[in-house]
């Protein structure tokens, strides 16, 4: 079956922009990751989903982020006021859900976001 | 919160050898450890994945081992290939999960 899939693949924009990332988890996944991975670094953690429950968001860095995830299903990742720094690759990851972090993630292709 | 050190950095094999890559935890109560495989341009894939209930796990040519008292697993490839030239994760969870830095795995034919 498909995989995680994110759009757009790459975003160029200017410092000051906002920007939204996409993240389509499998299909009947109920948990919904987001990670920033700067150039040649590790995985950092964002946010993550789980149902209908109330988000962790203790990885989101600044105010500047948010995310959403409408009807449990399609996610997206907002990035107000982009700031140099903020250039990444930004994953999405799903995983069927009913033991959390305790499950395999499936990862997306990514988003590379270049902030100029 | 969980700590998660990987080691070495960079490792570079000639075809055919062995190649071992370490991690450290801090949380004693982690009780999961998947280890995962990114190639250039594309999000990374799980390889295999132990729990703490298992001291060893293999698959092939991939085999994980976990020692829960000292708070250590590692992964183990052998028979390199050059398609096994990627990076590799380490990761531990509990009540979050948190991944080493990586390790650049590069095999020369």
């Known amino acids: 079956g498909a995989g995680v899939s994110q759009s757009p693949s790459n975003k160029v924009t200017e410092k000051g922009k906002d920007v939204e990332l996409r993240c389509d988890p499998i299909s009947g996944h109920t948990a919904l990751y987001w990670y920033r991975q700067s150039l040649g670094q590790g995985l950092e953690f964002l946010i993550y989903f789980q149902g209908n429950s109330a988000p962790d968001k203790s990885g989101l860095p600044s105010d500047r982020f948010s995310a959403e995830r409408t009807g449990g299903s399609v996610s997206t990742l907002t990035i107000q006021r982009t700031q140099q720094e903020d250039s990444a690759v930004y994953l999405c990851?799903?995983?069927?859900?009913?033991?959390?972090?305790?499950?395999?993630?499936?990862f997306g292709p990514g988003t590379r976001l270049l902030v100029l | 919160g969980e700590n998660v050190e990987q080691h070495p950095s960079t490792l570079s094999v000639q075809e055919g050898d062995s190649a071992v890559i370490k991690c450290t935890y801090s949380d004693s109560a982690s009780n999961y450890f998947p280890w995962y495989k990114q190639e250039l341009g594309k999000g990374p894939q799980l390889i295999i994945d132990?729990?703490?209930?298992?001291g060893e796990k293999k698959d092939q040519r991939i085999a994980v081992t976990l020692n829960k008292t000292a708070k250590h697993f590692s992964l183990h490839i052998t028979e390199t290939q050059p398609e096994d030239s990627a990076v590799y994760f380490c990761a531990a969870s509990f009540d979050d999960m948190r991944f080493g830095a990586g390790t650049r795995l590069t095999v020369k034919p």
């Open positions: 132990i729990r703490s209930n298992v």
């Open positions: 990851a799903s995983s069927w859900g009913p033991q959390g972090y305790q499950e395999t993630q499936y």
